[in-house]
């Protein structure tokens, strides 16, 4: 259910908060394509893509940065109430969110060097590229969802969770399966133990992604569903 | 749960046809402030004003429904309008002091009520007044030049002083800081918060950030009706009425 309330009468009020509104957007976008980027590093590997990924987070960075000012701006020249101040102050929070997500993606394109000669098999692979996906496309949810102040899309990114939960477990199986086996050499275990690793940044995005969500819920009725749900 | 010390019940307020109040339902709590807000024609002066019985002197102006104060109905035919005046005091947009001596503008009312035989008491009284109005360390040497010398924030304090000087249950304030640059402004808001804890405060505001600034409770009057009345945090964070948050955030509703 989207849910838009009417036009301020000072126009520029509404192009301030859609301007912080589309920073987060882009910041989103950005840290989307970082996890994208990090996880095709995984399957071929190559050390100037990796440093570009690493790189971007200082443009990241720099986004995060610039919706703190924006709200800074706005709170000082429109003192927001009510809806506004939420919409004010949520994307301070939903920014420190992506910029952890994009810390997790730098995490992520950082490791991948370990996976250019002997590689675990590919089972641990489709595993890591099915969560990089489902996370990507939870991402992609959670930005339409705070785009559109939809809480009922949000509610579903909440629930997709699980999903990537279960597969970080599963994670954690297949690798205590592996090493439980003794046969592999010490760059393969280092490796195995990685992917759990390289799971758990991704079982972390997950959860960032649902901190953004329940931001959603927040902007829109205005409780924290952290506090009560 | 504290006892209201005014309630209202189905008011309706009328300018010859025109009806300007909607049925309003309100309990007012003691030793809180009170804001309320609302466009300008909403109605929320006119509800301010039947508190203290000052639309009485609007002859077009009629009431229906009951208001109560302490329990006893302010409008039934054996009040005394004086009386109730004395009651519930009121300061106004413009701070409007008599022509006359500092001292005799607080003194004024103390005389008519008969609250101060003795030149002693009158002169404890005054003191007490301008000193509860946050006004007594700039003016108690020159307690005799004339009210009108002082500056707007200060003739606004000695009106608040004046009104609380024969010590009303309930002060009325209709958008008591609209004259006020921002300093005086601030002298006022705390001192408003300040004299909660003797009395009950009713402020009609047309500054959304003083309502939350220093009301306990708002109400949001929209063509003649009480929106919503609530905690003002609740008004102002999380309002419940699709109206109150359109007024309140300045959208187009």
């Known amino acids: ?229 | 749960m504290v006892d209201s010390i005014i309630s209202s019940r189905d008011v309706n307020i009328f300018y010859a046809d025109k009806q300007a109040i909607f049925g309003v339902d309100m309990d007012i709590l003691p030793n809180k402030v009170t804001a309320f807000i609302g466009p300008s024609g909403c109605g929320k002066s006119t509800f301010l004003r039947a508190i203290n019985r000052m639309n009485d002197l609007i002859p077009i102006c009629y009431m229906e429904g009951c208001m109560t104060i302490g329990g006893q109905d302010i409008y039934a035919p054996e009040v005394d309008v004086v009386a109730l005046r004395a009651q519930v005091g009121m300061v106004f947009q413009k701070p409007n002091p008599f022509p006359k001596s500092i001292f005799e503008n607080v003194a004024y009312g103390l005389r008519i009520h008969k609250m101060a035989a003795a030149k002693s008491e009158m002169d404890d009284r005054v003191e007490w007044s301008l000193k509860s109005a946050g006004l007594w360390d700039e003016v108690h040497d020159r307690l005799d030049q004339p009210g009108n010398s002082l500056s707007g924030g200060q003739q606004q304090r000695l009106c608040i002083a004046r009104a609380i000087a024969i010590e009303p249950k309930v002060i009325l304030m209709d958008e008591p800081c609209s004259a006020l640059d921002p300093i005086a402004t601030a002298v006022v808001e705390d001192l408003i918060d300040q004299l909660r804890r003797e009395f009950t405060i009713i402020i009609v505001t047309h500054s959304m950030q003083q309502a939350a600034r220093i009301s306990q409770r708002t109400a949001f009057f929209h063509l003649g009706n009480l929106v919503e009345f609530n905690d003002t945090k609740t008004i102002f964070t999380n309002p419940v009425d699709e109206r109150t948050q359109n007024y309140i955030t300045g959208r187009i509703g």
């Open chain 1, 1 to 229: 259910m989207e849910n838009n309330p009417p036009e301020h009468i000072v126009a520029k009020f509404d192009k301030n908060l859609d301007k912080i509104k589309s920073v987060i957007l882009d910041m989103g976008a950005l840290v989307g394509t970082q996890i994208k980027d990090a996880t095709a590093l995984w399957f071929a590997f190559d050390e100037a893509e990796a440093a570009r990924i690493r790189a971007l987070d200082l443009q990241v960075n720099g986004m995060n940065s610039e919706v703190y000012a924006r709200a800074e701006v706005l709170i000082v020249r429109r003192q927001p109430v009510a809806l506004d101040l939420r919409e004010t102050l949520a994307p301070i929070n939903i920014a420190s969110e992506l910029e952890r997500i994009g810390d997790h993606a730098k995490t992520l394109a950082k490791r991948a060097f370990l996976y250019t000669d002997e590689r675990p098999a590919k089972e641990f692979f489709d595993l890591i590229a099915q969560m990089s996906n489902d996370v990507q496309q939870m991402l992609i949810d959670v930005l339409l969802a705070y785009s559109n102040s939809d809480i009922d899309a949000a509610a579903r990114v909440r629930e997709k969770d699980t999903a990537i939960d279960d597969a970080h477990k599963k994670m954690l199986r297949m690798v205590i399966a592996a090493l439980s086996e003794g046969r592999n050499s010490e760059d393969l275990t280092t490796e195995l133990v990685h992917m759990v690793l390289n799971s758990r940044n991704l079982e972390r995005v997950g959860d960032h992604i649902v901190n953004i969500a329940r931001f959603v819920n927040q902007i829109v009725e205005g409780h924290d569903l952290k506090a009560t749900d």
